[in-house]
């Protein structure tokens, strides 16, 4: 048997809808058959008998311009609404309840205040800090939106998917770097002095001059991040890889967390990675995670010709 949603929004509007219904039944007694969101805009002119711009009638609503738009021109099909012109602005459309609409609201009024005191009463009964605890999650949605939440708890899981390795815990580390580096030269562009590093890596990391860590999403290994020490105080990140298959997925800044990390083991002052204004993606994260551009090259370092910007985080 297939699990049922229970996402907060399905089963609020599932709640909702079902309120509507009953709330619905109410006016059909009454031989009052007209779309629910026609209430709405009549409980409004009820409780202001005064004309009123689209814009007016989106906002009571928190409803967007185009809805009202259409609920509006509806409404004025079956003769509830009329439309009015401003006399200095021609433009400005302007909605007023017919009388055809005012006599329907003197027959709606009783089961609307019935519907409101079943609300009050029912709340009151068995929820009643309802109003409170939905207050204080709109207000709390105005401090850090939905969309940042939902991005926080996915960060969260696809960090726990990413398991780092380091060259030397890795079958045929040389080849997978290998072919990360000819990714990245495909797309963009080489750099000479890296194919020397890359080439002579298992080298370097024999003499303690370099760190290579691979990034795993299960099985498959699917980036990396090269590190060499230049100095006393200074360490370079000379190449971060992931496969585009898998970004998105926070991959990257488990590695440069890592490197990071690695840095401070090292004893060093400084991070910094060279890099260029094409590479977006990779410039973001580093200045993300704290580093920033400079102008002051480490003079122990090689610096390559083809990549023009300095970032730097001091550790």
């Known amino acids: 048997m297939t699990q049922k949603i229970s996402s ?31 209430h709405a805009i009549l409980q409004i002119f009820n409780e202001d008998d005064q004309p009123h711009t689209i814009t007016d009638l989106a906002e009571l609503q928190n409803k967007t311009h185009p809805d009202v738009v259409y609920t509006v021109n509806q409404m004025m099909k079956h003769g509830l609404v009329r439309e009015m012109t401003d006399r200095n602005d021609k ?3 302007f909605i007023k309840a017919s009388e055809k609409a005012k006599q329907l609201m003197s027959e709606l009024r009783p089961a609307w205040q019935a519907v409101q005191d079943a609300t009050n009463s ?8 309802l109003w409170l ?4 999650l709109n207000n709390s949605l105005e401090k850090k939106s939905f969309f940042q939440r939902i991005k926080k708890e996915k960060k969260r899981a696809d960090l726990r998917n990413v398991l780092l390795s380091r060259f030397e815990e890795v079958q045929n580390g040389k080849m997978l770097l290998q072919n990360f580096w000819n990714q990245f030269k495909g797309k963009y562009f080489n750099i000479d002095a890296l194919d020397e590093f890359i080439l002579n890596i298992d080298e370097h990391i024999t003499k303690n001059q370099a760190q290579v860590y691979f990034a795993r999403w299960g099985e498959p290994i699917i980036g990396c991040i090269c590190l ?3 100095s006393f105080k200074f360490c370079e990140i000379v190449h971060l890889w ?17 490197a990071i990390a690695a840095g401070k083991e090292m004893g060093v002052n400084a991070l910094f990675s060279q890099s260029h204004p094409k590479l977006v993606a990779a410039n973001s994260l580093f200045q993300h995670a704290g580093f920033s551009v400079s102008d002051q090259f480490p003079k122990a370092a090689e610096e390559f010709s083809n990549m023009p910007l300095l970032l730097v985080k001091d550790l």
């Open 133 to 136: 605890n939905i207050e204080a």
């Open 8 to 38: 907060l929004h399905n089963r609020l509007r599932q709640f909702a809808d079902h309120l509507i219904e009953e709330e619905m039944k109410v006016y059909h007694e009454l031989g009052i058959d007209i779309p629910h969101r026609w």
């Open 242 to 258: 992931v496969d585009e298959n898998y970004r998105r997925r926070y991959v990257g800044t488990s590695l440069l967390n890592k």
């Open 122 to 129: 029912w709340v009151k009964e068995i929820a009643p800090d």
């Open 91 to 93: 433009r400005k459309r």
């Open 228 to 230: 060499i020490r230049r």
